[in-house]
């Protein structure tokens, strides 16, 4: 069954507005009621470099939830953004979503990042079918 226009219709002027914690809202949303209008919104989200920085961890979360491999290569990109959260769901999505093409970014994103982050990434590849020797995290 499709998503409700009208909701989607909603929650892309909620995402386009400037209230952050309706933008916080509407991707989670988004990704709940899923669909092709929500897939596009959510990749732009999290290609987004002046979205708020909670905005797209979010996002990048919940294309993790849609498993569709278009979202890989924005994906991947997000391994190298700001903050701490984007990083990381980029990570856990790109193992959920389970697309080989995220085995190398996954591999170099284990010499960057703080724990939290090489943790998501050593899951990530886990799923990917590349199991690693358990190595300290810490430097």
């Not at 987004?48 to 294309?63: P, Q, S, V, Y």
């Not at 970014?105 to 998501?120: E, I, M, Q, S, V």
């Not at 990434?121 to 810490?138: I, M």
């Amino acid at each position: 069954m499709d998503p409700d226009p009208k909701i989607i219709k909603q929650l892309l002027a909620d995402l386009r507005g400037f209230d952050k914690e309706k933008r916080r809202t509407a991707v989670m949303k988004l990704g709940m009621v899923g669909g092709e209008e929500a897939l596009r919104a959510l990749i732009m989200t999290v290609r987004n470099d002046h979205e708020d920085l909670i905005t797209r961890g979010r996002a990048a979360m919940m294309l993790g939830k849609l498993r569709d491999h278009r979202a890989v290569d924005p994906l991947i990109k997000a391994l190298d953004a700001p903050g701490f959260k984007t990083p990381v769901y980029a990570a856990e999505a790109l193992g959920k979503i389970g697309d080989r093409r995220a085995v190398e970014p996954l591999l170099a994103a284990l010499t960057t990042g703080n724990d939290t982050f090489r943790k998501a990434a050593q899951e990530a590849l886990r799923q990917l079918g590349h199991d690693l020797q358990p190595e300290p995290l810490s430097n």
